[in-house]
């Protein structure tokens, strides 16, 4: 059966998930992209991965988590760990949007009046309610994370491209109260590549999350760190293998890429 061209007005915002519509007829019928597969190593199994349902989502590369002058590291914490994925990610990210795979930046970026978080989430930075918590000033003037400042911006060495995706998020996991579903089930994304900061904690609860929506999981280690104990960072990778995806490298990924 030959199908006929498309007509009519596109309704959609991307292309992978558009209807076509006129005065007396929708079409609802999508194009799928061309399947593009890259294979590279990984635990706990090797993969082959579809470059045209594939996102990466990138996670809290902050000023406040990851610059010596930010929240953390005015409070006593080393953040030199939480640097570490800066590199990776440098030389990654430019072969991934030269695939066309799309690139998420998912902060945190607080309200100025903080209506965004409960006393919960208040109570996990400032549990005695004396000291430096989400939303309170720093030393310089700007406040914890909180959108639009420089505190809650993605460190200068990691530079956004204009057709990047921001997301703010303002709990551990970027699915709760967001919307990276609904963006990237527009996208038409099946696999999600996670890396970022602290990977125990926002890194690992937005790829649970992701898992149980029936997304498939592989955590970058390299791309990824945490200013935690390094048993936190091993339990991370074994159960991301063990329950909720896959590990691999941005090496092996850009190798894949590369023969692909």
Not at 60 to 73: K, R, S, V
Not at 101 to 110: A, E, F, I, K
């Amino acid at each position: 059966m030959t199908s006929a061209p498309p007509a009519g007005i596109p309704l959609g915002a991307t292309p992978r998930n558009q209807w076509r519509v006129a005065a007396a007829s929708a079409d609802l019928v999508r194009t799928p992209p061309a399947p593009r597969p890259a294979r590279f190593a990984a635990q706990p199994q090797d993969l082959a991965i579809d470059l045209a349902r594939t996102a990466i989502v990138v996670i809290d590369m902050q000023n406040d988590f990851c610059h010596p002058d930010g929240w953390l590291a005015s409070i006593g914490v080393d953040v030199a760990p939480a640097r570490k994925p800066i590199a990776p990610l440098a030389r990654l990210l430019p072969v991934l949007r030269e695939q066309d795979v799309p690139v998420l930046w998912v902060n945190w970026g607080n309200r100025p009046d903080r209506l965004n978080l409960s006393p919960s989430l208040l109570h996990v930075y400032k549990p005695t309610g004396v000291g430096t918590g989400l939303g309170d000033a720093l030393p310089g003037g700007a406040r914890v994370l909180e959108a639009g400042s420089w505190s809650a911006g993605i460190v200068d060495e990691l530079v956004p491209a204009p057709e990047d995706i921001h997301v703010a998020k303002y709990r551990m996991s970027g699915f709760w109260d967001t919307p990276l579903d609904s963006i990237l089930r527009n996208l038409g994304v099946q696999t999600l590549l996670f890396a970022g900061v602290n990977a125990d904690q926002c890194v690992l609860c937005t790829l649970q999350d992701a898992n149980f929506l029936g997304y498939d999981c592989i955590l970058l280690e390299d791309c990824s760190a945490t200013t935690s104990p390094g048993y936190c960072m091993q339990a991370t990778l074994y159960n991301t293998r063990q329950c909720f995806g896959f590990v691999a490298t941005s090496e092996a990924l850009a190798a894949g890429i590369q023969t692909c």
